[in-house]
Nanobody, 115 residues
């Protein structure tokens, strides 16, 4: 099993930046793709960004160059750098780690963007 743990959320003004981290423990050598999702109040969870073990990345359409996902395989950590944050980015951000066809979720970290 894999246990992702997110950190780095908080309150930021519109236009500001935050860097989220997700540290994975457990069967870390089996982890392939890691991803960030988010869920705003009253909305469905949506994909923010993905990154494979080899470093290939993908982003949700709404990101539009504002966010960047990166990964440190040596420390089993994935990051999400978020710039030019908007109030509509307010959500709980979740880390997902894929291992042997199973997705493991963290408990999430809250990001609040004030206008």
């Amino acid at each position: 099993q894999v246990q992702p743990v997110e950190s780095g959320g908080g309150l930021v003004q519109a236009g500001g930046s935050l860097r989220l981290s997700c540290a994975a423990s457990g069967s870390i050598f089996s982890i392939n793709t890691m991803a960030w999702y988010r869920q705003a109040p009253g909305k469905q969870r949506e994909l923010v960004a993905t990154i494979t073990r080899g470093g290939s990345t993908g982003y949700g359409d709404f990101v539009k160059g504002r966010f960047a996902i990166s990964r440190d395989n040596a420390n089993n950590t994935v990051y999400l750098q978020m710039n030019n944050l908007k109030p509509e980015d307010t959500a709980v951000y979740y880390c997902n780690a894929q291992s042997r066809g199973v997705g493991y979720w963290g408990k999430g970290t809250l990001v609040t963007v004030s206008s």
